[in-house]
């Protein structure tokens, strides 16, 4: 099993910065691509930022310029920098991992989510 565990959400105001965090662990090989999603009330989750394992990174057009995501292999965490934050930014931010891992003798590649983390944008 792999778990997904995020930090870093709050209640911030517009104009303001927050820096995400999200650590794997458990039964992982490798971790292919990491990022982060997110959904609003009412809405679909989407996409906010992608980065392969060593490729370029992906960004919603929305948070382009605003957003960077980050990862640290070796420490299997990803992290998302938000700078100019505003009220439409406000949403559950998840983390999602497509990793290899095992159990037992089995080895599996599966898309992981973590649990979610609150980001508050006040006007």
């Known amino acids: 099993q792999v778990q997904l565990v995020e930090s870093g959400g709050g209640l911030v105001q517009a104009g303001g910065s927050l820096r995400l965090s999200c650590v794997a662990s458990?039964?992982?090989?490798?971790?292919?691509?990491m990022g982060w999603y997110r959904q609003a009330p009412g809405k679909q989750r989407e996409l906010v930022a992608n980065i392969p394992k060593g490729g370029s990174t992906n960004y919603a057009d929305s948070v382009k310029g605003r957003f960077t995501i980050s990862r640290d292999n070796a420490k299997n965490t990803v992290y998302l920098q938000m700078n100019g934050l505003k009220p439409e930014d406000t949403a559950v931010y998840y983390c999602n991992a497509l990793a290899l891992a095992y159990s037992g003798s089995v080895y599996y590649a599966h898309d992981y989510w973590g649990q979610g983390t609150q980001v508050t944008v006040s006007s």
């Open positions: 458990g039964s992982i090989v490798n971790i292919n691509a």
